[in-house]
């Protein structure tokens, strides 16, 4: 056999893999082409319904409008996926967000799928809001109702009764470790509030899996993976989270797996002041320190005068 004889067998054999390979490879760059536009979406809705949820008042006080959010969420987001007076596909797409979350400032308020039997007698699916979950823990003596700053709220169950105001304001009245120590303090409240919204968006997805099905859904939801940074990032504003999955984005049976957080960029507790001492070390401060000359440089939690290199004042100890 000449060797041009061997050239073209060999070009007959790996022809239909190359062709496969081609195939296979366009399916997945398809498929992340339309996961990074389904990303942008998301985040798009996200930013959307953060940005019709808080409402301030004459008195600058801070309300929260969730049906005014979730309806600026529903209409970005149907616009931008096209379906805008299509109510079947719309209600098809609620089937792919197992969970919304509303982060407020002492507890989340979830939207979840719940199943009901329409006037014509078909089961559709309607988004509702659950009663408010607070930032709860207790250690066996006391009950703690945390906030996304030092606030908090105390329940001493020996002496029966309820305390109110600024962590480091309550320590003299509460002798437990977590109001004494700072730093287990900050650790506590981060992980309940972190804990408090796994749980319930885990309750929301089981519940949203049993929904799906009956609606020819076959995926199964489950709480995706986020990273520490991203839950971190709840903590720091009122804002809203949302989870979208199980969307067929593409041939060969990928699936849109994704989740969008927007912060509303209100900080309701404690601002602090950094200044710059005459050794040249910067500290942060509360509002009426001794120490605190300048009011120009304004931070609004602990954790960004920390990540910036400034330390705790010795003397208010913020």
Not at 172 to 188: G, M, R, Y
Not at 195 to 222: M, P
Not at 254 to 270: F, H, I, M
Request: include cysteine; hydrophobic fraction near 40%.
């Amino acid at each position: 056999m000449k060797i041009t004889d061997f050239a073209i067998l060999f070009v007959i054999i790996t022809l239909p893999f190359n062709i496969l390979l081609g195939i296979k490879t366009a399916n997945l760059n398809n498929g992340l082409y339309k996961s990074l536009e389904m990303n942008r979406i998301i985040d798009t809705a996200v930013e959307d319904g953060v940005s019709q949820l808080v409402t301030v008042g004459g008195d600058k006080e801070i309300t929260l409008n969730k049906e005014r959010a979730m309806e600026a969420f529903f209409n970005s987001l149907f616009l931008n996926m096209d379906v805008v007076g299509d109510e079947i596909a719309q209600k098809k797409i609620l089937g792919y967000i197992p969970a919304m979350v509303i982060v407020d400032y002492d507890g989340i308020y979830l939207l979840t799928n719940q199943e009901y039997t329409a006037a014509d007698g078909y089961k559709e699916i309607k988004p509702i809001w659950k009663p408010k979950v607070p930032y709860s823990y207790s250690d066996g003596s006391y009950i703690y109702s945390f906030s996304l700053d030092d606030y908090i709220e105390i329940y001493d169950i020996a002496n029966n009764r309820i305390l109110k105001g600024l962590q480091g304001d309550l320590k003299a009245e509460i002798p437990s470790d977590i109001i004494q120590q700072d730093e287990l303090f900050e650790n506590v409240r981060r992980r309940t509030i972190i804990e408090a919204i796994k749980r319930e968006v885990n309750h929301s997805i089981n519940n949203h899996n049993l929904i799906a099905h009956q609606f020819g859904i076959t995926y199964s939801f489950t709480l995706p993976v986020i990273d520490d940074e991203d839950w971190h990032k709840t903590l720091d504003d009122v804002g809203m989270l949302v989870f979208f999955q199980g969307l067929p984005i593409g041939i060969g049976g990928q699936r849109y797996n994704n989740y969008a957080l927007g912060g509303a960029r209100v900080v309701k507790g404690q601002h602090y002041y950094q200044q710059v001492n005459p050794n040249g070390i910067t500290y942060y401060h509360k509002e009426g320190c001794p120490f605190l000359l300048t009011k120009e440089e304004l931070v609004d939690s602990r954790r960004e005068a920390a990540r910036g290199g400034a330390f705790p004042c010795r003397e208010c100890w913020p």
